[in-house]
Each structure stands twice: as structure tokens, then as C-alpha cells.
């Protein structure tokens, strides 16, 4: 395997591609690890990022790791919605870390600008995650170095530090320009590109969070397909087209129950919950499912009998059921996340990430 000189935490965006390009400058080799998850993350560009950006870049599944961390809850808290920036950082830092030796590195290399974010960014923040990564002297964020005190790695020679810069705050001017200098025409758009930061992700994932006993990947994979209800811990998750469909095939597991009206075109819908399921939770799991089949509506007000067919494990049985909306099961809303979420703060920390 080839050597190189330091990794970089890529994300995709601007100023992760020009701490790597700023480094590539100064005749150093770089290694860049995209770290993925169900929130975060696009393995799927990485070709395309590499062709245009001239970058040698590969991905990493952080999903495992990112649940587990959300599980055991962030040491420092969440953001302004479900977003846990600086546990996150440290957690991606502390993997970047740890693959120093398969790539023979000498240095990690981040692309934060001091005070373009008001949670993860701060002077202070930025030393924590340092500590908490266990990365001190080996880490070098090239775009705000000359603002921060000097690394080992640039004590010691292996990067010129009159190269690199002291950008600061939240304007990109100065990263525009630089992007122009490397001859860089496709800018990504700003932003951190988290789906956590967003309250209408957050009413999906914080559900999983604080509902089932121990939520997974998988969990988490499953919460962002198709429309979410929740009736106490029993969850429902109904497909809005073959897409939803196709990913809930690689999502179910043995446990689940499998919906599906039976002799009515209609959506897939899976039940998952940490407890099993009682006779009442599935019949009212079903009436919704069949209640967006508008064919096995108008059966059902023409006095048809209407079946969904639900499958556990293998065994299949027929409900019959009345289509309605009138539910138990209720989409989750933004306001329930951040009214739990809000109560978890700690007072005095500041979460406008």
C-alpha cells in the first residue's frame, strides 16, 4: 500500500477540498477518508470528486460507530436540532486516527476555519477536539493555522508554516479565491450537509433515539424511507413509492412485520418495535396502511371486505380491517424532538450550530 505523508477528513465540501489541495501544494501526499453514516455523507461521489478535484479520496462507513456514540449520548450535547457537531468531530478524528498507521501518516488535516461555526468551531472547541481525539501535535487544520499555535508537524519542518493561512469567521471570500487559485469551477454549496442539523430529519430519527431499547444503523437507515408513525414504542413505516419499497427489502429484518393489502394495489409498510407487537397495535398498523389505497377505500365504502396481509418471521396472517386515518399512530412532530432535545442542554452551553 502506498505511503503517504498526512490523511485528511474530507466531507465534500469547499473547505475540506482546499486544506487537502493546500498541503498537495506544498509536495506532501494526502489520503482522504470520506466517513459516511445515515445522516451524513455521499461514498456514492467519490469518483466523481476525485476526477474533478484531483484528490485521492476513500470512503469510510462511520454508521456503527456514529449510532453507537448517539446510544451512549454526546459528552457535549446536540446542536440547534439533533446535531452532536463536536462529538462527532472527535469521533471521526479518533477513527482518522487510528488508520494512521495502514497509510503510513505522519499528520491528520482538517479543513475547519476558526469561527465559522459557532459549536464546533470555536477557539475552544477546536482544543477539545483535539484532546478528546487524542490527536494533539499531529493534527493541522491548514486554512486557520496561522491563528492557532504552531503544530509539531510544522515545528518540526515536514509543512512550511508560512504556507499556510489564518482565515476566520464565517465569510468564504477568502476560500473562493483560494478555489480559483487551484482552478477549482465546481463549488459545492455552502453548509455542513448534516440531515441532524434539519428539524424535519430530526422528527424522524429522534423517535428512534428516545423509543426503541437499543437503536442501530439499521434503525436509523429505515427512519429516513417512506412516512414515519408512532404509537407509543411500536413504530410503522409506509412506503410512498417502488423506491421505499425496494429499500425496506434490504432494511427488514426478522422480527419486523411485513403490511401489504391483500387484492388492492397499495403501499409496502414495515412495523418495528422493541417489544412484540400486540392483536390491537397491528390492527390499527393496518387500517393506515390500507387507508392509502384509495381502491381498497372505495371497496371498503362500497361494502367490499378489505385485508391486509401481515407477515412475521416467515408466517403470513389476514387482517381485516376498515381503511382510516383516524389513528393512534401519529407522525412525529418537529416540536416533541426539540422540547426533549432542549431538555437535555446543559445550562449555559451555547447550541446554534
Given at each position: 500500500?502506498?505511503?503517504?505523508?498526512?490523511?485528511a477528513?474530507?466531507?465534500?465540501?469547499?473547505?475540506?477540498?482546499?486544506a487537502?489541495?493546500?498541503?498537495?501544494?506544498q509536495?506532501?501526499?494526502?489520503?482522504?477518508?470520506?466517513?459516511?453514516?445515515?445522516?451524513?455523507?455521499?461514498?456514492g461521489?467519490?469518483?466523481?470528486?476525485?476526477?474533478?478535484?484531483?484528490?485521492?479520496?476513500?470512503?469510510?462507513?462511520?454508521?456503527?460507530?456514529?449510532?453507537?456514540?448517539?446510544?451512549?449520548?454526546?459528552?457535549?450535547?446536540?446542536?440547534?436540532?439533533?446535531?452532536?457537531?463536536?462529538?462527532?468531530?472527535?469521533?471521526?478524528?479518533?477513527?482518522?486516527?487510528?488508520?494512521?498507521?495502514e497509510y503510513?501518516?505522519k499528520?491528520?488535516?482538517?479543513?475547519?476555519?476558526?469561527?465559522?461555526r459557532?459549536?464546533?468551531?470555536?477557539?475552544?472547541?477546536?482544543?477539545?477536539?483535539?484532546?478528546?481525539?487524542?490527536?494533539?501535535?499531529?493534527l493541522?487544520?491548514?486554512?486557520?493555522?496561522?491563528?492557532?499555535?504552531?503544530?509539531?508537524?510544522?515545528e518540526?519542518?515536514?509543512?512550511?508554516?508560512?504556507?499556510l493561512?489564518?482565515?476566520?469567521?464565517?465569510?468564504?471570500?477568502?476560500?473562493?479565491?483560494?478555489?480559483?487559485?487551484?482552478?477549482?469551477?465546481?463549488?459545492?454549496?455552502?453548509?455542513?450537509?448534516?440531515?441532524?442539523?434539519?428539524?424535519?430529519?430530526?422528527?424522524?430519527?429522534?423517535?428512534?433515539?428516545?423509543?426503541?431499547?437499543?437503536?442501530?444503523?439499521?434503525?436509523?437507515?429505515?427512519?429516513?424511507?417512506?412516512?414515519?408513525?408512532?404509537?407509543?414504542?411500536?413504530?410503522?413505516?409506509?412506503?410512498?413509492?417502488?423506491?421505499?419499497?425496494?429499500?425496506y427489502?434490504?432494511?427488514?429484518?426478522?422480527?419486523?412485520?411485513?403490511?401489504?393489502?391483500?387484492?388492492?394495489?397499495?403501499?409496502?409498510?414495515?412495523?418495528?418495535?422493541?417489544?412484540?407487537?400486540?392483536?390491537d397495535?397491528?390492527?390499527?398498523a393496518?387500517?393506515l396502511?390500507?387507508?392509502?389505497?384509495?381502491?381498497?377505500?372505495?371497496?371498503?365504502?362500497?361494502?367490499?371486505?378489505?385485508?391486509v396481509?401481515?407477515?412475521?418471521?416467515?408466517?403470513?396472517?389476514?387482517?381485516?380491517?376498515?381503511?382510516?386515518?383516524?389513528?393512534?399512530?401519529?407522525?412525529?412532530?418537529?416540536?416533541?424532538?426539540?422540547?426533549?432535545?432542549?431538555?437535555?442542554?446543559?445550562?449555559?452551553?451555547?447550541?446554534?450550530?
Open positions: 500500500m502506498k505511503n503517504y505523508d498526512g490523511i477528513l474530507f466531507s465534500g465540501g469547499l473547505d475540506s477540498i482546499l487537502a489541495r493546500l498541503l498537495m501544494e509536495g506532501r501526499s494526502i489520503k482522504c477518508l470520506h466517513f459516511f453514516s445515515p445522516f451524513f455523507g455521499h461514498p461521489r467519490v469518483e466523481h470528486w476525485q476526477e474533478i478535484y484531483g484528490l485521492d479520496i476513500t470512503a469510510v462507513d462511520a454508521g456503527e460507530a456514529f449510532a453507537d456514540m448517539l446510544r451512549r449520548g454526546p459528552e457535549y450535547g446536540f446542536g440547534s436540532a439533533m446535531n452532536p457537531c463536536v462529538d462527532c468531530k472527535i469521533l471521526m478524528m479518533r477513527m482518522a486516527r487510528e488508520r494512521m498507521e503510513g501518516a499528520f491528520l488535516v482538517s479543513g475547519e476555519v476558526l469561527g465559522q459557532p459549536m464546533s468551531q470555536r477557539r475552544d472547541t477546536l482544543n477539545v477536539i483535539r484532546r478528546d481525539a487524542d490527536v494533539r501535535g499531529i493541522l487544520r491548514p486554512l486557520c493555522a496561522k491563528l492557532l499555535d504552531p503544530t509539531q508537524v510544522e518540526e519542518g515536514l509543512v512550511d508554516r508560512s504556507r493561512l489564518g482565515m476566520n469567521g464565517r465569510g468564504r471570500k477568502e476560500q473562493l479565491a483560494l478555489a480559483e487559485h487551484f482552478g477549482i469551477t465546481e463549488i459545492p454549496t455552502p453548509g455542513g450537509g448534516c440531515k441532524l442539523t434539519e428539524k424535519e430529519n430530526t422528527r424522524r430519527f429522534w423517535p428512534v433515539l428516545s423509543r426503541l431499547a437499543a437503536p442501530d444503523v439499521n434503525d436509523f437507515r429505515l427512519a429516513d424511507v417512506g412516512r414515519q408513525f408512532w404509537y407509543e414504542d411500536y413504530w410503522l413505516t409506509i412506503g410512498r413509492h417502488k423506491f421505499d419499497n425496494e429499500i427489502a434490504s432494511l427488514i429484518r426478522g422480527n419486523d412485520l411485513h403490511f401489504k393489502l391483500a387484492g388492492f394495489p397499495g403501499p409496502i409498510a414495515l412495523g418495528r418495535s422493541s417489544r412484540p407487537w400486540d392483536n397495535a397491528v390492527q390499527k393496518a387500517s396502511v390500507a387507508s392509502y389505497s384509495p381502491k381498497a377505500c372505495k371497496a371498503h365504502e362500497e361494502g367490499q371486505r378489505v385485508f396481509r401481515v407477515t412475521q418471521s416467515g408466517q403470513s396472517s389476514l387482517v381485516e380491517i376498515s381503511p382510516s386515518r383516524e389513528s393512534a399512530f401519529r407522525e412525529p412532530a418537529w416540536e416533541d424532538a426539540r422540547d426533549a432535545l432542549h431538555a437535555l442542554r446543559k445550562p449555559g452551553r451555547e447550541h446554534n450550530e
